[in-house]
């Protein structure tokens, strides 16, 4: 028919930076062209926890991300203002369906998700909100949660799509700089974290297979404690390692140290 609009698979990245083990983008490409969309929030880089050095792991990891989407054949898509309106924009042009996953965030995040399901019940834009990490909604009990949180971590991981059917006529945007968004210069980037999954890997791997093996004894100390600990908190916390995969790559490299411990895993695994 003349003037209908094309439908399309929108997944909203937000606290999940990864293509492997993103249940929203496998659903979507499934299902039709897929326009994968990071939005840089001027509400979300301006509260009092958002830090310059945050958007620095973030840009990096946003600049990994788009080069992995771009070898499935549809690259990151990335635009800064608010959610809703600019989703808004998007199905104006075409017939959306809207794919994220359940984000555990801070205040203005919730705020921003509520205002983005109004917008959705009202404009009647399927949007489906998934799992992500061990947070379970609407439980009664503790005991409810860790049936369910134990059955997410023991679930199958999801391989990457292998190809995205490209969405022609959106222009994919520049990752905006600090100055773009208002934000001060990193003056701490030398000393921190790089963002991105490839050094999340390589981060996770020598925690694992070497740092590990300080963590009982260096993790109280200031002076062993940076090397001791896990380091995995920032690429959890943005995603680029979901919560499953870092609970399986321990398990499994505690079966090949600890077969004791191995036993009683397993025991508890069959249960």
């Known amino acids: 028919m003349k003037g209908e609009k094309r439908r399309i698979e929108v997944v909203w990245f937000k606290r999940d930076l990864r293509l492997a ?5 496998v659903e979507a490409a499934r299902r039709g062209p897929v326009v994968p969309l990071y939005i840089g929030e001027p509400s979300q880089v301006s509260a009092p926890d958002f830090d310059p050095s945050h958007w620095t792991f973030l840009r990096e990891s946003l600049v990994e991300l788009r080069e992995g989407l771009a070898r499935l054949g549809q690259p990151l898509v990335v635009r800064t203002g608010e959610a809703a309106p600019l989703l808004r924009l998007l199905a104006e042009s075409f017939q959306i369906r809207l794919w994220a996953h359940e984000e555990t965030s801070n205040w203005q995040g919730h705020q921003r998700d509520r205002a983005v399901r109004r917008w959705a019940r009202e404009t009647r834009i399927p949007l489906a909100e998934l799992p992500s990490n061990g947070v379970v909604r609407r439980l009664r009990s503790r005991d409810e949660w860790s049936e369910q949180w134990e059955e997410r971590m023991r679930g199958p991981q999801l391989a990457a799509p292998e190809r995205l059917e490209p969405v022609r006529g959106i222009d994919p945007g520049p990752i905006p700089t600090h100055a773009e968004l208002g934000l001060a210069p990193d003056l701490r980037r030398q000393h921190l974290q790089r963002g991105g999954v490839s050094r999340a ?7 694992l297979t070497e740092r590990g ?10 002076l062993s404690a940076m090397s001791a600990c896990s380091r995995l908190s920032p690429y959890l916390a943005w995603g680029n390692l979901s ?3 870092v609970v ?4 499994e490299r505690l079966r090949q140290v600890a077969p004791r411990w191995a036993a009683s895993l397993q025991a508890f695994e069959s249960r």
């Open 243 to 245: 919560t499953r995969q």
């Open 21 to 25: 083990d993103h249940r929203p983008l």
């Open 213 to 222: 093996g300080a963590y009982r004894g260096g993790i109280s100390s200031p």
């Open 248 to 251: 399986q790559a321990t398990r």
């Open 201 to 207: 890997a390589e981060v996770l791997e020598s925690f």
